[in-house]
């Protein structure tokens, strides 16, 4: 696979040459970003409300792994078919149907707490729907907001997006721990109200969303599975989105372990839900100001130096974390971990759209997706397990074995020549029977 100049492509006939006007007078953005925001919100509440509800019903942080596992597991599911489906099918259908479907499986999981009947199978069952939902309308995101937002707009608007989720999550911990305590049912009942939000927020935007009439045409050519080959060939053949899928991989498992050991650390110094929510937020606020220096950081300091900050900044707060006395301090680390992790995934994010041509967006970015998340579902399993063996600060520490390896991967690969490239000088990928 070799690089070549495309031009301005993946923005519908919008110049690159005049300077951006601002994204908030796009109203398809707007609209789109307010949807997501209402649904980002929604499901950050019954994020941290699904393990409270099976930590403080059962005790187990095992069972609370389990069915955190359960929608992820199911999202990886249908990632790769939702990929092949956004370059073949209408990806605004897709961004219309795919939340209205979550949002009926929280509305039945609100049902079954307030019936007080949340038996962990029926809670799996919902959690497994939900995420089989997400997975498809996960492979239409990257390509719609391809063409929402104006290519050179794609880096503030990966970072908005980003604090847009992790604003969500800043108020969601809060009032999903204060929810939870005045009625278990309501933080579930919200979440699904919220997906409606996010249904019709992309029912209203106005542009194509694509694919294009001659793209369908090509891929009806082929079968669904031959489209998922034709995306994990793309990946395999650049070392650098090969790179990111192994690494992200490994990165995420990790990631999503520590996320349930910080509730489980919070609760082991003697907090309850509503501090629950409270610590999460303050750790959240520094995801928000990475994600709001983000795009500056991507223009002004060298990718690699973002990467490798972040990495061990992460490695730093695993040993921080399991070892301060007090719930707020738990938070004001992770704070800091936040502030550098974040714009590491705007980074990484915003090369990889540069590089990915749109007609194949569909697909690589959901091999992406699959592939950071193929280990995901462990992370949960793994918290389990290591606060079995150790106890719950001794399972964070433990996690520095996974974590220092990867940090030193990023001072010896090669994979990663292409960050020395800056942002804006990128040029698209073709295959290479298609590159010369």
Request: proline share 6%; hydrophobic share 55%.
């Amino acid at each position: 696979m070799t690089s070549t100049d495309t031009g301005a492509a993946g923005s519908g006939a919008d110049s690159e040459t005049a300077p951006p006007p601002s994204l908030w007078r796009n109203s398809d953005y707007v609209g789109w970003w307010v949807g997501n925001t209402a649904s980002a919100l929604g499901t950050s509440i019954s994020a941290i409300s699904f393990p409270l509800l099976i930590l403080y019903t059962t005790g187990s942080v095992a069972k609370a792994g389990t069915l955190t596992a359960a929608g992820l597991v199911s999202a990886l599911v249908t990632t790769l078919w939702g990929g092949a489906l956004a370059d073949r099918v209408s990806r605004k259908a897709i961004l219309v149907i795919a939340p209205l479907v979550q949002g009926a499986a929280l509305a039945a999981v609100a049902a079954l707490v307030a019936a007080d009947r949340p038996q962990l199978p029926l809670l799996v069952a919902a959690a497994t729907v939900s995420g089989l939902a997400a997975g498809v309308a996960s492979g239409a995101t990257a390509p719609a907001l391809r063409r929402i937002a104006r290519k050179d707009q794609l880096a503030t608007a990966t970072a908005q997006e980003l604090g847009r989720d992790l604003g969500a999550q800043l108020l969601g911990g809060p009032v999903g721990g204060l929810l939870f305590s005045l009625a278990r049912w309501c933080p579930f009942g919200i979440d699904a109200l919220s997906f409606g939000a996010a249904s019709l927020g992309a029912a209203l935007i106005h542009r194509p969303l694509g694919p294009e009439r001659e793209d369908r045409v090509e891929n009806e050519r082929t079968t669904v599975r031959q489209d998922i080959a034709a995306g994990f060939r793309f990946v395999r053949g650049e070392p650098f989105l090969r790179f990111v899928v192994m690494w992200g991989a490994l990165l995420n498992t990790l990631g999503q372990a520590f996320a349930l050991l910080f509730i489980a650390l919070v609760k082991f110094r003697g907090g309850g839900p509503t501090t629950i929510g409270l610590v999460s937020a303050v750790a959240l606020v520094g995801g928000v100001v990475g994600s709001a220096i983000g795009p500056a950081v991507a223009r002004s300091v060298r990718a690699k130096t973002v990467i490798r900050t972040a990495a061990w900044a992460f490695a730093g707060a695993l040993v921080l974390v399991a070892v301060v006395p007090a719930p707020w301090e738990i938070g004001a680390v992770t704070f800091v971990a936040m502030l550098t992790m974040v714009p590491l995934n705007v980074m990484l994010q915003s090369y990889m759209v540069r590089l990915v041509p749109d007609e194949f967006s569909g697909r690589v970015s959901a091999v992406n997706r699959f592939g950071v998340q193929a280990l995901e579902w462990t992370g949960p399993l793994l918290a389990g397990l290591l606060v079995a063996l150790f106890g719950v600060p001794g399972g964070a520490v433990a996690l520095l074995v996974g974590l220092v390896p990867l940090a030193l991967a990023l001072h010896l690969t090669r994979s990663l020549a292409v960050l020395d490239t800056p942002l804006d000088e990128l040029s698209e990928l073709r295959p290479a029977h298609e590159a010369g």
